[in-house]
C-alpha cells in the first residue's frame, strides 16, 4: 500500500474551517462517528481545536451527527445480531467511545429499544450452547450480559419447549 502525505491545514481560518468540514463529511460518510470519535479524527488531522468545535457544532446542528441516534443503533445490533444482554451491551458502547451520560441513560422501554426480547436472545444462546443447566453455562451466559431474571425466564422456555 502506498502512503500517502498528509497535508498540513490551509493557515486561513476560513479556508481551515472549510477543509475541515470537506474532511469530516468525508469521515462520516465512510462510517457514523460519535462527536468524541471525529473530534479526535480530526485533531489527528492537525485542525485546532476551535476549528473542529465549529465543525463539529455545524455537523450536530444539520444532523449529520447525532450520537442518540447512533447509541440506540449500535444497541439494537449489539442484542440481534450478537445475542449481547443489557450489561454487555453497555460495556461495548462504552468501548466504542460513547458518552457514560448518555450509556447510563439509555432507556429500553423507549420506543426504539422496547422491542427487544432479552429472555429470548439469552435462550437463542442457550440453545446453542447446548441447553445444560450447569454453572459454566450460567456464567458464559453471565458474561454475555444477561440478567439472572433473563437467564432463568431462558431456562423456563426451554423446559417448556422440551416437555412439548
Known sequence: MIARKK??????????CSAALKTAMNIVAYKDNTERTLR????????SPET???????????G???????????ARSLALTKLYG????????ALKGFDRGQIA???????ELCDI???????????????????????????????????????AALAGKRER
Open 64 to 74: 449529520y451527527l447525532d450520537d442518540g441516534r447512533m447509541l440506540i443503533r449500535t
Open 105 to 111: 441513560s439509555l432507556n429500553w422501554e423507549s420506543e
Open 7 to 16: 497535508k498540513a491545514p490551509p493557515n486561513d481560518p476560513e479556508r481551515a
Open 117 to 155: 426480547d432479552f429472555p429470548a436472545l439469552c435462550l437463542k444462546l442457550l440453545e446453542k450452547r447446548g441447553g445444560e443447566h450447569d454453572e459454566k453455562t450460567y456464567a458464559f451466559l453471565r458474561r454475555y450480559g444477561h440478567s439472572p431474571s433473563d437467564i432463568r425466564a431462558a431456562y
Open 40 to 47: 479526535r479524527k480530526l485533531a489527528e488531522r492537525g485542525y
Open 86 to 93: 443489557k450489561l454487555r451491551i453497555r460495556s461495548e458502547l
Open 52 to 62: 473542529v468545535g465549529e465543525v463539529v457544532q455545524y455537523m450536530k446542528g444539520k
